[in-house]
């Protein structure tokens, strides 16, 4: 089945430095990839919408500046927390659009949208 | 903008019962999917279920069913027969499709632990 790389599942780092988070399509190509962020105990927040060659899409009150995301191929989006701060401490997942079923996903049964394994942040 | 709401935060049932996880949703589309995701201690997202708002017909898949009242903006999940690896955080999810026809990021409720005992 389609796996979505997630790399690293663990980073610790001290405040002020930034963190680069990688999401990697293995087995299929991606044009939209998804970054959520999941407090403890809370639900997940779709933070931004990343598309292939063109800008992200932030959610209203996600800073862009802070989190920088790249998609520069089909099968790679990155998330860089940058000036990391304690407050940014999180897990943070992202998942990706299966392309070429992307027609078929509205007709069949089978979702184009995999997960990541997560990758928790703590800043110190 | 959609909102899901997952009025149980937590619940608790013996193994092999069978449990329903209430989730309602607000939203002004007409053409839209609900899920339900399954998050185990391991934080993986697994899908459990979805519908297709178009279906009249409740989805089913395995032990796992939903029922859909779409006028009511209801998306109940019926877990039967319960087992001990159930137990895990659910999340109800809302996406309406992106433009251009893809995919859009998901909404999801603030989710129930549920607990299956021995």
């Known amino acids: 089945g389609a796996v979505v790389s997630q790399h690293p599942s663990r980073v610790i780092c001290k405040s002020g430095t930034s963190v680069k988070i990688e999401c990697r399509s293995l087995?299929?190509?991606?044009?939209?990839m998804f970054w959520y962020r999941q407090f403890p105990k809370q639900s997940l927040m779709l933070m931004a919408t990343?598309?292939?060659?063109?800008?992200?899409?932030?959610e209203q009150g996600v800073e862009k500046d802070k989190f920088l995301i790249n998609h520069a191929s089909l099968t790679l989006s990155t998330l860089t927390v940058t000036s990391a701060h304690p407050e940014d401490s999180s897990f943070y997942i992202c998942?990706?659009?299966?392309?070429?079923?992307?027609?078929?996903?509205?007709?069949?049964?089978?979702?184009?949208?995999?997960f990541g394994n997560g990758t928790r942040l703590t800043v110190t | 903008a959609q909102t899901v709401t997952q009025s149980q935060p937590e619940m608790s049932v013996q193994e092999a019962e069978t449990v329903t996880l209430s989730c309602t949703y607000d939203?002004?589309?007409?053409?839209?999917?609900l899920f339900w995701y399954k998050q185990p201690p391991s934080r993986q997202m697994i899908l459990v279920i979805r519908?297709?708002?178009?279906?009249?017909q409740n989805a089913t898949e395995n032990r796992f069913s939903v029922n859909f009242q779409k006028a009511a903006k209801s998306f109940s999940l019926k877990i039967s027969d319960s087992q001990l690896g159930d137990t895990a955080m659910y999340f109800c999810?809302?996406?309406?499709?992106?433009?251009?026809?893809?995919?859009?990021?998901?909404?999801f409720g603030k989710g129930t632990h549920l607990i299956i005992q021995p």
């Open positions: 939203t002004s589309e007409n053409n839209y999917y």
């Open positions: 990343s598309n292939e060659g063109s800008k992200a899409t932030y």
């Open positions: 998942s990706a659009n299966d392309r070429d079923r992307t027609d078929l996903f509205w007709g069949s049964y089978n979702s184009p949208l995999h």
């Open positions: 087995d299929f190509q991606a044009t939209t």
């Open positions: 519908q297709e708002a178009y279906k009249q």
């Open positions: 999810a809302f996406m309406k499709p992106g433009s251009g026809g893809g995919a859009d990021g998901l909404t």
